[in-house]
């Protein structure tokens, strides 16, 4: 009788440094990472360098990366461009950052600009949780009311007030149609809560119902219009929205940190939907690497931040240290001076779809309940039968399965986050494409025995 596959012996036979190193770290590290979300049991793969698209870690294995840093490197590690403009920034400013405002923090505000034709005015933050966090604010000071409303599974960064119903269980969550607020933290003030609406995304009729029941509490509306990165909200759903918010004079803010610049080309699910929120939140690609953040949207709104046009009693608190970084900013201009070449767009996502599509016929020829979903250059893998529409409908996947599959994958040189999205960069090739469904078909035979 054949030995039962067991795949996680496979991966930790292979990263036995980054098994040892794990260790050392968690004496100076809770669980050895400096975010959760970098953590999955029994260890990570530890990291030693990177390149292009391939990443090696400390025991020299070398893998076809797609995590790329959940998605801020959409030119694979290391593009020569942006090397060679943050070199050239810290030798022409002569320092790292100035703390004085500079030039660079305006041209790239004017290139977001005329990318976003809808934008007045922006400023800048030093990530994407920075981004949303002060675009609520911005929300709650104009509309003088606090509560908020976010949709179920939609990550908008790791801070209370966003942190609730962002993983749920099937019983924690409540009724689909009417979820129920469920904190992610065990230090999620209850206030928190009373002053969050759950909403249940791509639903017209039930997110239309509840928005309006607390129309007189409720500042904002946050939502991603592509959940997750994989899970697009629909055409009708999203100009739905966009009308009642209008119609209930509710601030809408689209949160496009993972969407953004990772659309069919420049910009983000905005910019072809035809649907314009009142706030965008940016982040990820816009720093090409770095941390980096921006809330955008019409002057009406950003100037509560104004110094110059607001006294200090009417104002909104925008500040940081390092907004506006300037070796930052220069990574992220270079990187969207790459992205906006001919054909650049039309080669990731073909390349995208390519592995996408790849994976989807393994799991149809191999007879499996399973389907990579998402748009151009980010999916996920869910082992269900249909793509789901919604946080609720991902809920039915078999966890179980994906989790064989993940270190199966790992143990094969193929990066990511297990359980998470993977991301396809301008660095990836078909060889890689290749390699890849070459090792899913490997994964899969193992797994159907």
């Known amino acids: 009788m054949a030995e039962e596959w067991d795949p996680l012996a496979e991966y930790k036979a292979r990263t036995k440094k980054s098994g040892a190193w794990a260790e050392r770290a968690s004496r100076s590290l809770p669980g050895g990472v400096t ?3 970098k953590f ?3 260890y990570p793969v530890y990291a030693r360098r990177a390149k292009g698209s391939h990443l090696w870690d400390l025991d020299g294995n070398e893998y076809i990366d797609y995590l790329l840093c959940f998605g801020p490197l959409i030119l694979g590690h290391g593009h020569p461009r942006v090397l060679d403009a943050i070199r050239k920034q810290l030798e022409a400013d002569g320092t790292s950052i100035f703390g004085a405002p500079h030039q660079l923090e305006t041209t790239y505000a004017e290139r977001l600009k005329r990318i976003f034709p809808f934008v007045d005015t922006l400023r800048w933050a030093n990530s994407g949780l920075e981004a949303t966090l002060h675009a609520l604010r911005i929300a709650r000071g104009a509309k003088r009311r606090a509560k908020i409303a976010k949709f179920e599974g939609h990550y908008h960064g790791s801070y ?4 609730v119903s962002l993983s749920p269980s099937a019983k924690e969550a409540g009724p689909a149609a009417e979820p129920r607020p469920v904190p992610q933290s065990i230090s999620t003030p209850d206030h928190v809560l009373r002053e969050t609406l759950v909403l249940p995304y791509n ?15 409720l500042a904002a509306v946050i939502v991603e219009p592509v959940q997750r990165g994989f899970i697009p909200g629909d055409r009708e759903f999203l100009k739905s929205l966009r009308e009642t918010t209008r119609d209930l004079d509710l601030v809408l803010i689209y949160d496009e940190i993972m969407s953004g610049f990772r659309m069919e080309g420049l910009g983000g699910a905005v910019t072809g ?3 314009v929120p009142d706030l965008l939140c940016l982040g990820k690609i816009i720093g090409g690497g770095f941390p980096c953040g921006a809330f955008l949207g019409k002057r009406e709104l950003m100037d509560i931040v104004n110094p110059v046009t607001r006294s200090k009693e009417e104002r909104v608190f925008h500040g940081g240290t390092f907004n506006g970084h300037p070796t930052i900013l220069a990574a992220g201009m270079a990187t969207l001076d790459v992205l906006e070449e001919a054909g650049t767009y039309a080669s990731l996502n073909r390349i995208s779809d390519r592995l996408r599509t790849g994976l989807n016929d393994l799991f149809a020829r191999k007879q499996i309940d399973a389907v990579a979903v998402g748009l151009y250059s980010t999916f996920n893998i869910l082992f269900q039968k249909e793509p789901p529409r919604s946080y609720r409908e991902a ?11 993940d270190y199966g994958m ?3 040189g193929i990066h990511f986050h297990p359980d998470k ?5 301008t660095a990836h090739s078909h060889g890689d494409v290749d390699r890849t469904l070459e090792a899913a078909e490997e994964v899969l035979k193992k797994m159907a025995r």
Do not use: M
């Open 35 to 37: 975010g959760n979300v």
């Open 421 to 425: 999205p993977w991301y396809t960069s």
């Open 160 to 163: 209370d007030e966003v942190l």
């Open 395 to 405: 809920l039915a996947a078999d966890a179980k399965r994906r989790q064989r599959f």
């Open 273 to 275: 939907s035809g649907v």
């Open 203 to 217: 639903d017209i009729e039930n997110t239309t119902r509840l928005l309006t029941a607390h129309k007189d509490e």
């Open 40 to 42: 999955y049991a029994p």
């Open 410 to 412: 790992l143990a094969r």
